[in-house]
């Protein structure tokens, strides 16, 4: 890779997509050591396994704030990611109340959610310290992400909205065009009072 960070036009602040498995970790790598505060570059990713996932996270430097988009909604696939060193993760097909609690449990230690603890590893930087103070950085930092990319969903997005801990719910236009029967429609009637229902909950409850 020829040309640094700076001279793609990325900038402090700018959100980075990195889809390709194959690059992906070459990608990060080049992206991590350019001079660019990558305490503000946001690196959602797809990646096509969970070992393929943490080796990727593993190339953001210390003071990065990495945010993963998980492939399904599954307990094991939140807690990996979380624990290889993600600070935030991003849930696609989130369509009830309960799923969306099911989530927030998934990246919350007990007794107010379901993940396993392990401490002086990737998430906490291999750190030694206070378990307890490591538990509370760690809720107060966690970023919740719902996807909402269905009618089901949308109908639904005032009850995603409420759970505490969503701190986002993100609108997949794509899928949920396709849902709605009006692929890629984006001036739609209907697909602009889609959105304005997941606004208006997301207005009630910010």
């Not at 700018?14 to 946001?42: F, H, I, M, Q």
């Not at 990996?80 to 600070?87: F, I």
């Not at 409420?162 to 609108?171: A, F, K």
């Amino acid at each position: 890779i020829s040309k640094t960070a700076a001279d793609r036009g990325i900038r402090n602040g700018d959100r980075v997509w990195l889809k390709s498995p194959t690059g992906a970790k070459l990608n990060v790598e080049a992206l991590v050591t350019e001079r660019v505060d990558t305490e503000t570059v946001w690196m959602p990713f797809h990646f096509s396994g969970r070992w393929q996932g943490a080796d990727m996270l593993a190339y953001y430097p210390k003071g990065a704030a990495p945010v993963v988009r998980v492939p399904i909604l599954d307990m094991g696939w939140i807690k990996r990611v979380l624990d290889a060193g993600a600070m935030g993760v991003m849930v696609p097909m989130v369509e009830t109340k309960e799923q969306a609690e099911f989530i927030v449990q998934s990246t919350r230690y007990p007794p107010i959610g379901r993940r396993g603890a392990a401490f002086g590893f990737a998430h906490d930087d291999f750190e030694g310290g206070s378990v307890v103070d490591k538990i509370k950085a760690a809720h107060e930092r966690t970023l919740v992400m719902c996807l909402i990319e269905t009618a089901k969903g949308v109908a639904n997005a005032d009850a995603i909205a409420s759970v505490p801990g969503v701190d986002v719910c993100w609108l997949g236009h794509f899928d949920l065009s396709n849902f709605m029967g009006i692929p890629a429609a984006f001036k739609d009637k209907r697909f602009l009072a889609a959105v304005d229902e997941i606004l208006a909950a997301c207005a009630r409850h910010k």
